[in-house]
């Protein structure tokens, strides 16, 4: 039976991870406290690696307990320390000075600031579909090689799932309809195949760009997408992971949860 494998929330949107043995869901379903920070511009856009390349050169460590945040510019030690109440104007000016345009820092703690606002739950993977696509990008060619860990920075994942590949893709149906299933006993919806931006597109630590990822990705995801997928999603291939209601909040998430799923997809459904 697939199980929980890691629990991934990534509490100021845009920067590095937070692996967690244990994670509440919100009344909102969304995962706390997945992206309770943002960061944005002037305008009100977000500063994210969507926008703005030198996102990828911060490194992030971040206190669920004392909600505190140390940062770091990558290929240097020196750590920065903030209490994200307290020094939040001392952050947003560091911000500013490292971006060179005015940052300012936006909490939400019941939704968060997820990029799928109608679909607000975690997002959903398998172990078996990051080592397949890792597979994809094994050096050949004289083509940088990617691995599965740099796969789950590059993707940003909230719930890996120990699964064979595609798996997950099992947890989505047409437009008009969710997939029912359950982590721990807790209900969720399936919604839609999860549409890529430029980041995975880019090494994680220096944001500079892998000629050739995006291209290669759409090939061997056409190739290889399962052919009982509703194909009504892709109207291109650059999709992968699920995004997710959550019904069954408030809840909590645990590594080791069993996850189930009544849709059988042919013989070797698991």
Not at 53 to 78: A, K
Not at 233 to 249: E, I
């Amino acid at each position: 039976m697939p199980t929980l494998s890691e629990i991934r929330v990534y509490p100021v949107k845009s920067l590095d991870p937070e692996l967690v043995d244990e994670a509440r869901l919100a009344d909102s379903g969304a995962l706390a406290p997945d992206r309770r920070y943002a960061m944005v511009d002037a305008d009100g856009d977000y500063v994210n690696g969507k926008n703005e390349r030198r996102v990828h050169r911060l490194r992030s460590s971040y206190d669920l307990e004392t909600d505190r945040l140390r940062l770091r510019e990558q290929g240097t030690d020196d750590w920065i320390r903030f209490d994200l109440d307290a020094d939040r104007g001392a952050l947003e000016s560091w911000l500013t000075d490292f971006f060179g345009y005015e940052v300012t820092v936006r909490r939400d703690d019941e939704q968060g600031f997820p990029d799928d606002t109608d679909a607000g739950g975690p997002t959903l993977v398998s172990t078996g579909t990051l080592d397949a696509v890792a597979s994809w990008f094994d050096g050949a060619a004289g083509r940088p090689a990617v691995d599965a860990a740099e796969l789950r920075r590059r993707f940003r994942p909230n719930l890996i799932v120990d699964a064979p590949e595609f798996w997950e893709d099992r947890l989505y149906a047409d437009r008009e309809s969710t997939v029912p299933f359950s982590v721990g006993g807790v209900d969720f919806d399936g919604v839609n195949p999860c549409q890529r931006c430029v980041v995975p597109t880019r090494d994680p630590d220096t944001g500079e760009g892998d000629t050739g990822f995006r291209e290669r990705f759409l090939e061997r995801r056409e190739a290889t997408l399962p052919p009982w997928v509703d194909r009504d999603w892709y109207d291109h291939f650059y999709r992968l992971m699920v995004n997710t209601r959550v019904p069954g909040a408030p809840a909590t998430l645990s590594v080791g949860d069993s996850v189930t799923c009544d849709r059988e997809m042919g013989p070797d459904a698991v």
